[in-house]
T-cell receptor, first 109, second 116 residues
Framework: RKEVEQDPGPFNVPEGATVAFNCTYSNSASQSFFWYRQDCRKEPKLLMSVYSSGNEDGRFTAQLNRASQYISLLIRDSKLSDSATYLC??????????FGDGTTLTVKP | DGGITQSPKYLFRKEGQNVTLSCEQNLNHDAMYWYRQDPGQGLRLIYY???????QKGDIAEGYSVSREKKESFPLTVTSAQKNPTAFYLC???????????????FGPGTRLLVL
């Protein structure tokens, strides 16, 4: 079993839709959590950190459930420009950063 | 502009050849990392360095070597011992060596390595 698992998708949604991605992690010592966005053939870029109380940045909402060891990303009012691969990243207090394989989103007109 | 640069953008390797990928950062970050990404997969850690003149193996270090003689530079050599080197190689840096806190990684644009 992988340390960080994501549904690979692809998720194909129309513009304006709401879409949610989940990510599960196996290491209970995990300390911090992030969502990165990666466009085709480009480097990953930080989308948002995930805080214990949940956090929102515009149309994006991230949530953490430590008891069930998963994090989620909700995108509301999807735009064409949201089409990308979304990577879940989990850091442990041992200084290790583990990436999920990513979930691919395609937003269609 | 502060950032991370990687060169070249594309690199071709012949059988039995060693090649070196460059990574430079002017963000004054202590820690630097090398990852490999294969199609449809996430990033896998090759090597990382938390401070100058020190580095540690990641999950897939076999067939690779690194050096960290300067804070700004962390070159990766893909040796002939790496039998399947075709991949997208990403260099990253972060403010502190231990990623248990809120430190995030900033990535360079990557180098695509292809075997001839």
């Amino acid at each position: 079993r992988k340390e960080v698992e994501q549904d690979p998708g692809p998720f194909n949604v129309p513009e304006g839709a709401t879409v949610a991605f989940n990510c599960t992690y196996s290491n209970s010592a995990s300390q911090s959590f992030f969502w990165y966005r990666q466009d085709c053939r480009k480097e990953p870029k930080l989308l948002m950190s995930v805080y214990s109380s949940g956090n929102e940045d515009g149309r994006f909402t991230a949530q953490l459930n430590r008891a069930s060891q998963y994090i989620s990303l909700l995108i509301r009012d999807s735009k064409l420009s949201d089409s990308a691969t979304y990577l879940c990243v989990v850091n442990t207090n041992a200084g290790k950063s583990t990436f999920g394989d990513g979930t691919t989103l395609t937003v269609k007109p | 502009d502060g950032g991370i640069t990687q060169s070249p953008k594309y690199l071709f390797r012949k059988e039995g050849q060693n090649v070196t990928l460059s990574c430079e950062q002017n963000l004054n970050h202590d820690a630097m990392y090398w990852y490999r990404q294969d199609p449809g997969q996430g990033l896998r850690l090759i090597y990382y360095s938390q401070i100058v003149n020190d580095f540690q193996k990641g999950d897939i270090a076999e067939g690779y070597s690194v050096s960290r003689e300067k804070k700004e530079s962390f070159p990766l050599t893909v040796t002939s011992a790496q039998k399947n080197p075709t991949a997208f190689y990403l260099c990253a840096s972060s403010t502190r060596g231990r990623l248990g806190g809120r430190e995030t990684q900033y990535f360079g644009p990557g180098t695509r390595l292809l075997v001839l």
